[in-house]
């Protein structure tokens, strides 16, 4: 079965710190991964897709097939990356997101 | 461009009634989807239309939900006879017209949160 699994419920880092937020897939073709993330009193928005290969805010996020994963990385956190944030697969084609359990990146001052 | 709306933001009903939550999406786009957020857990996705065309309902419950996408007007999600159990926030998002899949950005409303007494 498709599934994302995102371990971590909650993240606290100080502001400077480095981070890494963990996603793994489960998925037997060739995944469409994201990671969406939502700020506090706004809506759900995406940060990046790992097709694009893009660094959003200082943020990356690298596609390891062989251990299923799609980690989103930044070196050095700011007190406002704190939010929600969702990896989600597109397995179908379809643009149908399975999404993983969300992790609360917390940023301390 | 306003983004994605959805009606009510949110809504109270008792046991039994029914829950109609509307959804309008950015113009231009003609793919839509629901998911649903139960309390503590991540989105689920229940159902991707186009207009006039339910394309996959895969994750919608068999009984009591039901959904459209007219050639008028904005996306209706239908809970009829609600329980408790529906108690949840309900995202709609959309996207543009061509492919749906292959890395497409999906742009999120702002959910309707349903409270069922």
Same mark, same amino acid.
Request: glycine residues 8%.
């Given at each position: 079965?498709?599934?994302? %699994?995102?371990?971590?419920?909650? &993240? ?8 890494? &937020? ?10 469409? *991964? ?9 809506? *759900?928005?995406? &940060? &990046? ?6 660094? $959003?805010?200082?943020? %990356? ?36 997101? $399975? ?5 609360? *990146?917390?940023?301390?001052? | 461009?306003? /983004?994605?709306?959805?009606? #009510? ?6 046991? /039994?009634?029914?829950?109609? !939550?509307?959804?309008? #999406? ?22 991707? !239309? ?34 408790? @159990? ?11 017209? @061509?492919?749906? /899949? ?6 999120? @409303? #702002?959910?309707?949160? !349903?409270?069922?007494?």
């Amino acid at each position: 079965a498709q599934r994302v %699994t995102q371990p971590e419920k909650l &993240l606290s880092v100080f502001k400077g710190a480095p981070v890494e &937020l963990k996603c793994n897939y489960s998925y037997s073709g060739s995944p469409e *991964l994201f990671w969406y993330v939502q700020y506090s009193r706004q809506r *759900l928005q995406l &940060l &990046l897709r790992h097709i694009s290969r893009e660094s $959003i805010k200082g943020f %990356t996020a690298d596609l390891n097939k062989g251990e299923t994963s799609f980690h989103l990385k930044k070196p050095f956190a700011q007190e406002e990356d704190s939010a929600m944030y969702y990896c989600a697969l597109d397995s179908s084609n379809t643009g149908k997101l $399975i999404f993983g359990q969300g992790t609360t *990146l917390q940023v301390k001052p | 461009n306003a /983004g994605v709306m959805q009606n #009510p933001r949110h809504l109270v009903r008792r046991r /039994g009634q029914e829950a109609r !939550l509307r959804c309008s #999406p950015m113009k231009g786009h003609s793919h839509v989807y629901w998911y649903r957020q139960l309390p503590e857990e991540g989105l689920k996705f229940m159902v991707y !239309l186009q207009k006039e065309n339910i394309i996959d309902e895969s994750g919608m419950p068999k009984e009591r939900f039901s959904a459209e996408f007219p050639k008028e007007g904005p996306s209706i999600l239908r809970i009829q006879q609600v329980v408790r @159990g529906d108690s949840a926030a309900y995202f709609c998002a959309s996207s543009p017209p @061509g492919l749906a /899949g292959g890395g497409v950005e999906q742009f999120f @409303g #702002p959910g309707t949160r !349903l409270t069922v007494l």
